[in-house]
Nanobody
Framework: QVHLLESGGGMVQPGGSLRLSCAAS????????MGWFRQAPGKEREFMAA????????TYSDSVKGRFTISRDNAKNTVYLQMNSLAPDDTAVYYC?????????????????WGQGTQVTVSS
């Protein structure tokens, strides 16, 4: 079965941290650039971060650069998003995505497979 399964979401206080994980099944994970997107209530889904096939290249949106870190473990078919210094504006459903063969494909929204999403709520 082909799918991406996110985990690690939840509620955290402002300034806190969370680590999201996304486990891939049914695909050759190492052949896909991977990314994270988020969608807040009433807003469009927006790009957060992307990582290349080997993990050697990463790209971030300006809103999370310096606070979020994307990484991957091809042996475990898993991509991660470490989120630090979280703020209420980071509250959203976070989606994992498999793109093409480079980070540009993810940045452009050329997504082959989406996860179901995991809720992150930042509130005091």
């Amino acid at each position: 079965q082909v799918h991406l399964l996110e985990s690690g979401g939840g509620m955290v206080q402002p300034g806190g941290s969370l680590r999201l994980s996304c486990a891939a099944s049914g695909i050759t994970f190492s052949r896909y650039a991977m990314g994270w997107f988020r969608q807040a209530p009433g807003k469009e889904r927006e790009f957060m971060a992307a990582i290349s096939l080997s993990g050697g290249t990463t790209t971030y949106s300006d809103s999370v650069k310096g606070r979020f870190t994307i990484s991957r473990d091809n042996a475990k078919n898993t991509v991660y998003l470490q989120m630090n210094s979280l703020a209420p504006d980071d509250t959203a459903v976070y989606y994992c995505a498999a793109g093409g063969t480079n980070t540009r494909s993810v940045l452009k929204g050329e997504i082959s497979l989406w996860g179901q999403g995991t809720q992150v709520t930042v509130s005091s």
